[in-house]
């Protein structure tokens, strides 16, 4: 679909052509609203900075409503729904542009934001009290979003989980939450060849390019094991239907991206 700007255009070119019946057409696109709204880097940047706040409020949110949905007696359908109410209140308060759901300059603001919590609570001194707490955001987040996906499916499919799939599930969104903690994917990476430029005559410069670059792929694979980890769960327990890497490249690109924005 076009832009305003470039319908306008077309509208203009087909009335001075004489096919009215074309600037018909983009007239009515026009008044309608039928077009895609514009979006630049500035802009990519300013929503990238609202989403950044933005998460680590409803990330820290999510920490709290994944592990409710963990406890007996709560019911996974208010958990979500508290954590859609947040979501969607942030986002209004925070006027997020829907111009820019797509953009991976807005994605990674707001993915930085949310992983806020799990960062901060690294820093937290302290022996069991703070790995547990470590531990809450990691797990939490991931039983959310297999939460939201467990959701989607009863709403797409019209058929409600049953207990057994529905435990077998959250089990594996805690082990995916794990995945973070004991850095299983990553060792796909031990073999790199790291030390390519320590040398004492290497560039400092081309040694944090390096680890840059090393990290990042890191993390990238990371989040696309994480990714397939969750298609195979969810295909194994209760959707048939489960595409397997669908998103890999989008996972890929955010985790590379975001941990070259942290170093």
Known sequence: MAT???????LVTAHNAGDFEAANLFASMIKGEEFD?????????????????GGVGTGLVRVGT??????????????????????????????????????????????VGE?????????IPGGGAARATQLATMIGPAVSEGGMDRAEYEERTGEALSTAERLTAKGADVGLGMLERL??????????????????????????????????????????????ARDLTTLAIYDPDRKIADSVMDDFTLGAVLVLCLI
């Open 183 to 228: 850095g299983i994917p990553t060792r796909i990476l031990k073999g790199l060849p790291r030390g390519f430029f320590d040398t004492p005559q290497a560039n400092p410069i081309l040694r944090r390019m390096e680890s840059m670059i090393a990290s990042g792929l890191q993390e990238g694979v990371q989040e696309v094991g994480q990714g397939i």
């Open 66 to 111: 994944g592990l409710a949905e963990l406890i007996p007696g709560v019911d996974d359908e208010a958990a979500r729904e508290v954590q859609q109410d947040v979501d969607e209140f942030v986002a209004d308060k925070l006027a997020y542009d829907p111009a820019y759901d797509e953009n991976y300059g807005a994605q990674l603001g707001e993915v």
């Open 4 to 10: 305003r700007q470039e319908l306008e255009n077309a």
């Open 37 to 53: 709204s514009e979006t630049s880097m500035l802009g990519s940047i300013g929503e990238a900075g609202k989403r950044f706040v």
């Open 115 to 123: 992983m806020v919590p799990m960062v901060a609570s690294l820093f």
